[in-house]
């Protein structure tokens, strides 16, 4: 047996064992792009109601921030128009102290112009009797 048909026959017994070997490797890939198909068209197929859901929601939120828009220049005037009441309540509030304050004020010179009343009323009754 000369050297190269030992060395075919070893090619061939390395050929051998090497498809014997890749039989189950190429079963095994084959079954697992089989299982990756078959999840790939249930995922797709449990994502598309989501994606609906989602869609739907998202219109949902654009419906509600364009309603939010549209109200904000009235939440704008209200809040004016609250800043504006509470101006006017201190300007209000200023005015009844100082009423108030004139209306103490006025008493105490009331009080004692009264007094005062009193005493020359009694001088003048004593000086004549």
Do not use: Y
């Amino acid at each position: 047996m000369s050297v190269t048909a030992f060395a075919v026959v070893v090619l061939a017994l390395a050929l051998v064992v090497l498809v014997a070997f890749m039989i189950p490797t190429l079963i095994e890939i084959r079954k697992a792009a089989a299982d990756l198909r078959g999840f790939v068209s249930q995922t797709g197929g449990e994502l598309k109601p989501v994606l609906i859901e989602l869609e739907r929601t998202l219109t949902e939120l654009r419906t509600v921030t364009a309603g939010i828009a549209e109200k904000r220049e009235d939440v704008q005037t209200f809040m004016e128009a609250v800043g504006d009441t509470g101006r006017n309540l201190r300007t209000i509030n200023a005015v009844v102290g100082s009423v108030a304050q004139a209306a103490a004020t006025s008493s105490i010179w009331l009080t004692g112009a009264r007094a005062a009343g009193k005493f020359l009323t009694q001088r003048i009754i004593t000086r004549r009797g």
